[in-house]
């Protein structure tokens, strides 16, 4: 019922920047949030960022002061500065719905930092 699409990922090295991208389409009835959440191997997915419609916005205590996350309608940025290499991950989009809280994820998109 509803697709989304990250893109931006990539290869960069420590102190650089990237920016994803995440189109939503499909039978979007409301957005109550969205946000990016993030999974490195052998780890458990955590959360990354999160903006909540009509509210503010959630950070991971790793990732705040250095990750922006923003939205226009049903696309969601995040804009990545200094970069770590413990950014290293997986990253999916995510997209809550207000009935049901129904949740919708991305197929990913690979951010590796390395020197």
């Known amino acids: 019922q509803v697709q989304l699409v990250e893109s931006g990922g990539g290869l960069v090295q420590p102190g650089e920047s990237l920016r994803l991208s995440c189109a939503a389409s499909?039978?979007?009835?409301?957005?109550?949030?969205m946000g990016w959440y993030r999974q490195a191997p052998g780890k458990q997915r955590e959360l990354v960022a999160r903006?909540?419609?009509?509210?503010g916005t959630n950070y991971a205590d790793s990732v705040k002061g250095r990750f922006t996350i923003s939205r226009d309608k049903n696309t969601v940025y995040l804009q990545m500065n200094s970069l770590k290499p413990e950014d290293t991950a997986v990253y999916y989009c995510n997209l809550r719905e207000v009935i049901g809280s129904d949740d919708y994820w991305g197929q990913g998109t690979q951010v590796t930092v390395s020197s």
């Open positions: 903006i909540i419609t009509g509210g």
């Open positions: 499909g039978s979007i009835f409301s957005i109550n949030a």
